[in-house]
């Protein structure tokens, strides 16, 4: 090789080096649009999860509190930082105040084109929420019922339960459940936890169930003597953990979840018990024992691969009974609490990885086909 031809070679490789950091981070951003995008926003012991598939179009379950607009200040966040103009569609799963408190702030944020509920159905004390939410949605409101979709473009969201009803077939994979036989069953919880607007979320082989609310009795519905909804890979944990009144060990145990994230506060929902709720007995015969500490019964759970917090619960502590500290995205009390979140970016062909917006930790997962 001459002299010139050397230099030019030379040239080009050094070019080459210089270009390689920028075309990699091109190529990122290419796969990152094509992937299905998850940000559980820290509503300390609320719910606020918002979806915004490959298309672009966006889907917010839930709004949190309605405290000094501080839910509604950290959702609009998150919408901006995933690049929203406004929020597409808007699921409020049922009236209670940290599920629909921060709706009316939000709404003088941020555009939200429809909203999604369970209906007038309502008990008296959470009225003012109803009519509260009825006043922001206007015409634009739509009752849903099980079997229903939410036409999220990009992505298949269904509606599984709602007002008082779940759907009667079963889908993704569902069939008999033989945890059922002697499974622990509990009373019913007050109405607005029986009537939730849940969803199950399907992007290529990965999905996502959030049931809000619902509680155990529903979930054995769900669950028994046939899985409904089938196995999962990835489970938003009801009542934000507080595994007293719901996680029914035979519905997490049909739908078999590889990873979990418990939105939780510093003081709700992981970490709390209840010893006056108690199983009731199966024809005159207590039900088979179960593990009663939220975390562990999720954490021996066959095939599960992680749990993510959003808070480290102040409730109990005992480093046993909370996952790794690097999965959990905020660790203070309430008032120096920075809100951190926890994402997801799922790709078309399953796998998925989660990413703890604190410390910038993440860890890869393959849906389960």
Not at 144 to 172: C, M, Y
Not at 220 to 241: A, D, F, W
Not at 256 to 279: A, E, H, M
């Amino acid at each position: 090789m001459n002299r010139a031809m050397k230099l030019f070679t030379g040239a080009a490789l050094g070019l080459a080096g210089v270009l390689a950091p920028a075309s990699v981070a091109s190529a990122l951003a290419q796969s990152n649009a094509q992937n299905l995008q998850i940000y559980w926003i820290d509503v300390e012991g609320g719910a606020a999860t918002l979806i915004v598939s490959p298309s672009g179009e966006s889907l917010l379950l839930d709004t949190g509190f309605p405290d000094a607009d501080r839910d509604a200040k950290r959702i609009y966040a998150a919408a901006q930082k995933a690049g929203l103009k406004q929020i597409d569609y808007l699921v409020v799963s049922h009236w209670h105040r940290d599920h629909e408190g921060g709706l009316a702030a939000l709404a003088k944020m941020i555009p939200i084109g429809r909203f999604f509920d369970h209906g007038d159905g309502v008990e008296a004390v959470d009225k003012a929420r109803l009519d509260d939410y009825k006043a922001v949605a206007g015409s634009k409101r739509t009752i849903v019922k099980p079997g229903d979709k939410i036409p999220l473009k990009g992505a298949d969201v269904l509606v599984v339960s709602s007002e008082f009803t779940l759907i009667d077939h079963p889908v993704n994979g569902g069939g008999p459940n033989p945890l059922c036989a002697d499974a622990a069953q509990m009373a019913p919880a007050a109405p607005e936890n029986q009537r939730m607007v849940g969803v199950l979320v399907t992007f290529g082989a990965f999905t996502f169930l959030d049931l809000a609310d619902l509680d155990w009795n529903k979930e054995m519905e769900l669950g028994c003597p046939i899985n409904k909804v089938g196995r999962v890979s990835l489970y938003q944990t009801s009542r934000h953990g507080s595994f007293d009144g719901a996680g029914a060990p035979a519905f997490l145990g049909a739908i078999s979840p590889q990873v979990i994230v418990v939105n939780n506060g510093p003081r709700k929902g992981l970490g709390q018990s209840d010893d006056r709720v108690k199983p009731l007995e199966i024809q005159g015969k207590p039900a088979a024992p179960y593990e009663k500490n939220a975390y562990l019964r999720m954490a021996k759970l066959p095939g599960i691969e992680g749990i993510w917090q959003g808070h480290l619960s102040l409730l109990d502590k005992d480093p046993s009974h909370n996952t790794s500290p690097d999965m959990i995205a905020n660790f203070e009390e309430t008032a120096e609490c920075q809100g951190n979140l926890i994402t997801a970016s799922v790709a078309p062909e399953g796998k998925f990885t989660l990413t703890n917006g604190r410390n910038g930790f993440s860890k890869t997962y393959v849906a389960r086909r």
